[in-house]
Nanobody, 120 residues
Framework: QVQLVESGGGLVQAGGSLRLSCVVSGRINSNYRMAWFRQAPGKEREFVASITWIGAGIFYGNSLQGRFTISIDNAKNSLYLQMNSLKAEDTAVYYC?????????????WGQGTQVTVSS
């Protein structure tokens, strides 16, 4: 089992920055792919970014690269999402996710989410 706990969300003005963290515990190895997703009210869940547990194979969702940066710190068992130049449309609950098989589409493990609200 893998447990994921997000933190770092909050209220920020448009143009500001936030750094989300996800502490990972349990049995995890180099095969795992980690990701951030987000879900705004009334909208479907959206892929934000993903990275392997060893920090390779980085992918970003549409139009997010350049403003968002995903990173990982194995020594701290933590996944991060640095978000800059935030816009009102970035308002959502942000979730950390993990999957042991990088070739499967579905993520097996999810955190409880952290709310990000961007005021315009």
């Amino acid at each position: 089992q893998v447990q994921l706990v997000e933190s770092g969300g909050g209220l920020v003005q448009a143009g500001g920055s936030l750094r989300l963290s996800c502490v990972v515990s349990g049995r995890i190895n180099s095969n795992y792919r980690m990701a951030w997703f987000r879900q705004a009210p009334g909208k479907e869940r959206e892929f934000v970014a993903s990275i392997t547990w060893i920090g390779a194979g980085i992918f970003y969702g549409n139009s997010l690269q350049g403003r968002f940066t995903i990173s990982i710190d194995n020594a701290k068992n933590s996944l991060y999402l640095q978000m800059n130049s935030l816009k009102a449309e970035d308002t959502a609950v942000y979730y950390c996710a993990a999957k042991p098989n990088p070739f499967l589409e579905e993520y097996n493990y999810w955190g409880q989410g952290t709310q990000v609200t961007v005021s315009s």
